[in-house]
């Protein structure tokens, strides 16, 4: 256990609609990652908060935005879903707000199929 | 234009051998590269870290080697067992993107 948690687990919509995805990063970490996997692409960072602040960005469209609570949980909001969303969506942990230190923490992540 | 590359096929390896697995890359100049384990609709989970100025790092069974020249870094298991049946994922951290950047993985199935 990571001691990220990852919330829902599975979730299945339609195109054009727009979900949520949640996020607590393990006790102490104030930066959190969002990665989206799927199967031809692999792991592809989209985003980066650390202590509420967006830190980095990636591959991030323009349609998911994402933030960070005060209480430093994230969500990740996917809107006008396309069927090509349809993946696994990572949420990760660290310590620090540059990850020159070490590793990221994964949690077990959020599959979204869009029909 | 910047590449991590991994074998993309399954490495299949009898039981009790040693396993290797290669990352290449290219337009990167990493400060530190991982390796993570990710099994099966799970999160990938951190193993190694090797760091620009390291030749090589162990942990128990696992080693992994960084050549800058090459720009390549192997990752190897000994005495390989059915339970290291994984993808095993390198990533780049690199200082002037500020991200880690993983590769595609490399599947690797341990039979008995």
Same mark, same amino acid.
């Given at each position: 256990?990571?001691?990220?948690?990852?919330?829902?687990? &599975? $979730?299945? /919509?339609? /195109?054009?609609?727009?979900?949520?995805?949640?996020?607590?990063?393990?006790?102490?970490?104030?930066? *959190?990652?969002?990665?989206?996997?799927?199967?031809?692409?692999? $792991?592809?960072?989209?985003?980066?908060?650390?202590?509420? +602040? +967006?830190?980095?960005?990636?591959?991030? !469209?323009?349609?998911?935005?994402?933030?960070?609570?005060?209480?430093? &949980?994230?969500?990740?909001?996917?809107?006008?879903?396309? !069927?090509?969303?349809?993946?696994?969506?990572?949420?990760?942990?660290?310590?620090?707000?540059?990850?020159?230190?070490?590793?990221?923490f994964f949690?077990?992540?959020?599959?979204?199929?869009?029909? | 234009?910047?590449?991590?590359?991994?074998?993309?096929?399954?490495? %299949?390896?009898?039981?009790?051998?040693?396993?290797?697995?290669?990352?290449?890359?290219?337009?990167?100049?990493?400060?530190?590269?991982?390796?993570?384990?990710?099994?099966?609709?799970?999160?990938? *989970?951190? !193993?190694?870290?090797?760091?620009? %100025?390291?030749? +090589?790092k162990r942990?128990?069974?696992?080693?992994?080697?960084?050549?800058?020249?090459?720009?390549?870094?192997?990752? &190897?298991?000994?005495?390989?067992?059915?339970?290291?049946?994984?993808?095993? !994922?390198?990533?780049?951290?690199?200082? %002037?993107?500020?991200?880690?950047?993983?590769?595609?993985?490399?599947? $690797?199935? *341990?039979?008995?």
């Amino acid at each position: 256990d990571s001691g990220v948690t990852q919330t829902p687990k &599975h $979730l299945i /919509t339609a /195109t054009g609609q727009r979900v949520t995805l949640r996020c607590s990063p393990r006790s102490g970490d104030l930066s *959190v990652y969002w990665y989206q996997q799927s199967l031809d692409q692999g $792991l592809q960072f989209l985003i980066q908060y650390y202590n509420g +602040e +967006e830190r980095a960005k990636g591959n991030i !469209l323009e349609r998911f935005s994402a933030q960070q609570f005060p209480d430093l &949980h994230s969500e990740l909001n996917l809107s006008s879903l396309e !069927l090509g969303d349809s993946a696994l969506y990572f949420c990760a942990s660290s310590v620090a707000d540059r990850l020159n230190t070490g590793e990221l923490f994964f949690g077990e992540g959020s599959r979204l199929t869009v029909l | 234009s910047q590449k991590i590359e991994q074998n993309s096929e399954a490495l %299949n390896i009898q039981e009790g051998k040693t396993a290797t697995l290669t990352c290449n890359y290219t337009n990167y100049s990493p400060a530190y590269l991982q390796w993570y384990r990710q099994d099966p609709g799970r999160g990938p *989970v951190f !193993l190694l870290l090797i760091r620009e %100025n390291e030749k +090589e790092k162990r942990k128990e069974r696992l080693k992994v080697t960084f050549d800058t020249t090459l720009k390549q870094s192997l990752f &190897h298991i000994t005495a390989s067992q059915p339970a290291d049946s994984a993808t095993y !994922l390198c990533a780049l951290f690199t200082y %002037n993107t500020d991200k880690l950047i993983f590769g595609t993985g490399t599947r $690797l199935q *341990v039979f008995p």
